[in-house]
């Protein structure tokens, strides 16, 4: 049984940063692409950013790489989203998705 379960969501205010992490049972991160999706209130699910099975990364958008950073660690089948320079703009709830499986999501608040 796969299960995705994001983590590291939270208040923080505009300007901090937070690391949201996805850590994977049944499935492996290092077999498998995956991505960060986001959803804000009364908007759409968007993407934001993905690693495919190697490694190599994918940004929705220039000023999203310029803010956000995807990465993995092998070791603990975990890809975490590093957010910097958060804005209120960026609440919503977090998402990692892997082949058709999706988390439960992880509240982000920010604010200013």
């Known amino acids: 049984q796969v299960q995705l379960v994001e983590s590291g969501g939270g208040l923080v205010q505009a300007g901090g940063s937070l690391t949201l992490s996805c850590t994977a049972s049944?499935?492996?991160?290092?077999?498998?692409?995956m991505a960060w999706f986001r959803q804000a209130p009364g908007k759409e699910r968007e993407f934001l950013a993905g690693m495919d099975w190697s490694g190599r990364t994918q940004y929705s958008t220039d000023s999203v790489k310029g803010r956000f950073t995807i990465s993995r660690d092998v070791a603990k089948n975990t890809v975490s989203l590093q957010i910097d320079s958060l804005k209120p703009d960026d609440t919503a709830v977090y998402y990692c998705t892997s082949d058709t499986y999706w988390g439960q999501g992880t509240q982000v608040t920010v604010s200013s």
């Open positions: 049944g499935l492996t991160f290092s077999k498998h692409s």
